[in-house]
């Protein structure tokens, strides 16, 4: 038969102190609910973009569902790779995350080293919005249709200008793909972002441009730009009496701007289910779909396994249009 002494009983009771303090935070941790503390989503572009409007509008959006505020960090450079670097090694918590996008997948092949691996840094948890890609002329041109813009550039055999957010853009890639279906050649002239892209056209620098719908529906609506096609495979509702690409004849070539939410890999089941089920909830709302639409964006969304597919394809878009083209990697 065991005997405890005083002796005993105060030396586990010095000893279970003793650990308390090293069990209590862990518990504490394992037991608080997410989120308990404000959210950073990262935005690798820079402030004033269609990219950083969108997610401004999803952050007000989201964080009345999550409880905790979502604080919008603009990290541009290196056609996102910056911020995607830093989304990559940060702690896979639910507390950073990135506004993953088509240019995220398209750096894999355009970047010898981007600093990241767009399918195994990153759990990639939904597909949020796209955007149309639209064709676009000087609104004081001749050119009244995609099949008129096609006939001259077949006629002047590369002589055509076109205008680009850059090399290996979808403005480039993607007039490339619609060159390609209608059989007729243009020259590309890169510039530094859409933004410049819609100023060449009005201009009269270069004859058409592909910019993201966001960046040319103000200038479309002011008079400034005549839009000839909608890149995606249904009209946008926005514009509804400009037709698509494949209605005018070009087959094929269907092109939209997407993003998305994605995480660091790692990151917990609970905690990416969380983050789901709150975005679900704030893309029903009206009001959310319609200032969304108002900056040309739609809302488009799909799930994991549907949005990491969508990485694939763009990456191997990416790389066969940059073989046809001749293009190296940077």
């Known amino acids: 038969m065991s005997h405890i002494t005083r002796r005993d009983v105060l030396r586990h009771g010095a000893l279970a102190a003793t650990l308390l303090p090293l069990a209590s935070p862990r518990l504490a941790l394992a037991q608080e609910p997410f989120p ?14 269609g990219p950083d409007t969108t997610t401004r509008i999803l952050a007000d959006a989201v964080a009345p569902f999550l ?35 088509a240019p995220m997948a398209a750096n894999m092949h355009m970047y010898k080293n981007p600093g990241f691996d767009a399918l195994k840094d990153f759990r990639h948890i939904m597909r949020l919005t796209s955007s149309d890609i639209v064709v676009v002329v000087n609104a004081r041109s001749s050119i009244r249709s995609v099949q008129d813009l096609m006939t001259q550039a077949r ?24 060159l390609s279906a209608a059989n007729a050649q243009a020259t590309h002239v890169p510039y530094k972002g859409a933004s410049e892209l819609v100023n060449a056209v009005i201009g009269d620098q270069v004859s058409f441009g592909a910019p993201i719908f ?23 509702p926005v514009l509804p009496d400009v037709p698509t690409l494949a209605e005018q004849g070009i087959k094929g070539a269907q ?36 200032q969304l639409q108002q ?26 249009m940059m073989k046809k083209v001749g293009l190296e990697a940077m």
């Open 255 to 290: 092109l939209t701007s997407w993003g998305g939410l994605s995480v660091p890999a790692g990151t917990p089941d609970a905690v990416v289910e969380r983050i789901r089920a709150a975005f679900e909830k704030a893309l029903a709302q009206p009001k959310v779909v319609a």
């Open 67 to 101: 409880g905790q505020p979502v604080i919008i960090d603009n990290r541009a450079g290196a056609a996102g790779n910056i911020g995607a670097r830093v989304v990559a090694k940060a702690a896979p918590d639910g507390y950073t995350w990135i506004y993953s996008a």
């Open 36 to 49: 308990n503390r404000a959210i950073k989503w990262v935005v690798p572009y820079l402030a004033g973009t």
């Open 295 to 320: 900056q040309g964006g739609l809302v488009d969304l799909q799930d994991s396994a549907a949005y990491v597919q969508g990485f694939k394809q763009e990456m191997a878009f990416t790389e066969a």
């Open 155 to 178: 006629a002047q055999k590369g002589q055509m200008n076109y205008a680009s957010g850059g090399v290996g853009t979808p403005s480039h890639l993607g007039v490339e793909m619609i």
């Open 214 to 236: 966001s960046v040319a529906y103000p200038l479309i609506q002011s008079g400034q730009l005549r839009a000839l096609a909608v890149a995606g495979g249904k009209r946008n």
